[in-house]
């Protein structure tokens, strides 16, 4: 299913979800205060909403190539990196200053993208083209290593903490792989429930995560062996989707898009421990410094959703662009 036949999907399965409607803000609860921007792309309309966190505001749009879905920083931490996955490029951006750094154009599909910890690699999920591109770092350009042929639509990727293994889900094959970095060939692929989205890996790099977009639970992947095991299903919501480290080492958040719900993990009992109510269909999430607030994105009702954590109430909603897609900024908390 393309982009545009999946959005509208998804839009017509939040309006028919009661808890579409935004949710009062939480009186009292002060935003936690910011001092570089908050940057929120806008898929649809092909830019990035520049949010002034002191007065959470837009105050400017920065154009990319088309349909920019994801977001990761640098290895130098000096830019972080837009992935255009129709426009075949990349956009490098100061976190800082919000200023467009410099553009790399020949980069086919990139729908989701990271680097390996050692940063030596960067890895790329061609959503609609059905290959994985890992590319060699020098710290400045990609050089092509391999193209990697995979299942239908790569989805979302994760690398574990000695670059040696990528995890890829596949969308529309109900599958997860994975993928030898040294040699960039496939180690192994294994059946999923429906529509896999976003991966997360423990800190042990032992047991993985995948957000099942198409049903409403995440799965649980022993990868320690040379073949992985399903040990357990997590019920969440419907389209269960992203996945963000709650900072603490010891919580995830996953996010819910039809169900309008956001569910922490406890990694060591694998159990859920809290819901929080999110209108307009949560997609990726950031966590502030401090580990007191979430930033949500709110794919259908163009807005960035803040949420108190503690409280589990809306403290702030700011107008963006149209499907707005990943959210960052420089002062999270860590990963």
Not at 293 to 304: A, E, F, G, N, P
Not at 318 to 329: A, F, L, Q
Request: aromatic letters at 8%.
């Amino acid at each position: 299913m393309n982009f545009i036949a999946r959005y509208f999907a998804g839009l017509s399965l939040v309006f028919l979800n009661v808890a579409f409607a935004a949710a009062p803000a939480a009186p009292g609860v002060a935003v936690t205060a910011l001092t570089t921007p908050v940057f929120v792309l806008n898929s649809l309309d092909a830019n990035i909403s520049v949010i002034d966190p002191k007065t959470w505001t837009e105050i400017k749009r920065i154009p990319t190539g088309k349909e920019p879905h994801h977001l990761y920083l640098s290895p130098d931490e000096k830019s972080f990196i837009v992935a255009n996955a129709f426009g075949d490029s990349l956009t490098f951006i100061d976190p800082k200053t919000a200023e467009v750094q410099r553009t790399v154009r020949g980069i086919l599909d990139p729908y989701h993208l990271r680097f390996s910890p050692d940063m030596k690699w960067f890895v790329t999920a061609a959503n609609r083209l059905n290959h994985v591109d890992v590319y060699r770092w020098d710290g400045k350009d990609l050089v092509l290593a391999k193209r990697i042929s995979t299942s239908k639509t790569p989805s979302h990727l994760w690398i574990d903490s000695k670059s040696t293994t990528v995890y890829a889900s596949m969308q529309d094959s109900d599958e997860l792989v994975a993928i030898d970095l040294a040699t960039q060939t496939i180690k192994w692929r294994t059946k999923t429930g429906p529509t896999p989205a976003d991966v997360f890996v423990t800190a042990d790099d032992k047991t993985l995560l995948l957000g099942l977009t198409g049903g409403d639970s995440v799965q649980v992947f022993d990868v320690s062996s040379k073949e992985p095991k399903l040990v357990k299903t997590i019920k969440t919501g419907s389209g269960a989707h992203a996945f963000r480290s709650a900072g603490d080492k010891r919580h995830v958040f996953v996010s819910n898009r039809v169900a309008n719900s956001i569910n922490k993990i406890d990694l060591q009992t694998l159990e859920v421990v809290a819901t929080i109510a999110v209108p307009g269909g949560p997609d990726c999430m950031d966590v502030s410094a401090d580990g007191k607030q979430l930033l949500v994105t709110s794919r259908w009702i163009k807005k960035l959703t803040v949420i108190d954590i503690e409280s589990k109430k809306i403290i702030k909603q700011v107008n963006v662009g149209r499907s707005p897609h990943g959210v960052w900024t420089l002062e999270h908390a860590p990963r």
